[in-house]
């Protein structure tokens, strides 16, 4: 797996945005929302940002990048600092940002229609658990995943896979998604592509690939196979069926090895 990088660095140097919309969310004093994104704009004005709330550091501003991160923006705005915020309490350190990102990720996917997803659920119905893969059908690990699939359908789980082009939308991946996603047989699709055979391109209008592309980067997915669950919790990478079954809270304890 070589998954590509979300990161400031990249997002500042190689995205371009549609021009500034000056957006904040209730709660947020408009005038210091519009210092900010002023400001902001008068250093980068092809991005977009929205200012979502107060950070908890007093006097910044957590303002969403879109298609990219967090920042914490100070409110003048000629500051900023991107990355976990974490805060000390007695015994450990907390990743706010995290807590943060586990419900946004709640709501994202909640907001995903089941009929944009290309599904594997257990064919006798009985779904004890969900995993919502944002895949790409040229990455290994993610095709090690698959061949998993049928395990992890006998043990109750869903698997609903998205679509994460890793190299971008226009890319030969890219193509090859938009194609799986407007086939007749979705699944059949996928599964060819995920096993390096081809299946013939094609264009359908609305397809999804772009945006859940779009929505695995507003989500923090930055590699794949990346895998959220219904609670907004974030497991990346290649886990076996036995182990996300134990990450579902699914007993395999009466499951054949």
Not at 80 to 86: A, I, P, V
Not at 112 to 125: K, L, N, R
Request: glycine letters at 10%; proline letters at 5%.
């Amino acid at each position: 797996m070589k998954p590509i990088a979300i990161c400031l660095a990249v997002l500042l140097s190689a995205i371009s945005w549609r021009s500034l919309a000056v957006e904040a969310e209730a709660g947020v004093d408009p005038a210091v929302a519009a210092t900010i994104t002023t400001t902001l704009r008068e250093a980068r004005p092809d991005l977009e940002y929205s200012v979502l709330a107060a950070s908890p550091v007093p006097g910044f501003y957590q303002v969403q990048v879109e298609g990219g991160p967090i920042l914490h923006v100070h409110e003048g705005g000629e500051y900023f600092f991107d990355g976990s915020l974490y805060q000390t309490r007695p015994g450990m350190f907390v990743n706010l940002s995290e807590q943060e990102m586990v419900e946004q990720r709640r709501q994202g996917i909640a907001g995903v229609a089941v009929s944009d997803t290309i599904v594997f659920a257990p064919a006798d119905g009985n779904t004890k658990g969900v995993l919502n893969v944002f895949t790409d059908v040229d990455c290994g690990y993610c095709r090690k995943l698959h061949q998993s699939v049928a395990e992890l359908n006998a043990l109750g789980i869903e698997v609903r896979y998205l679509a994460f082009p890793r190299a971008g939308i226009g890319s030969e991946s890219y193509r090859k998604m938009v194609s799986a996603w407007c086939a007749e047989d979705r699944q059949g699709a996928l599964t060819r592509l995920k096993n390096g055979e081809a299946v013939p391109l094609q264009q359908c209008e609305d397809n999804p690939v772009a945006t859940q592309f779009e929505l695995g980067q507003e989500l923090g997915v930055n590699g794949t196979p990346a895998s959220i669950l219904a609670d907004g919790t974030l497991v990346p990478g290649y886990h076996s069926a036995r182990d996300f079954a134990h990450i579902l809270g699914i007993d395999t304890a009466d499951e054949p090895r």
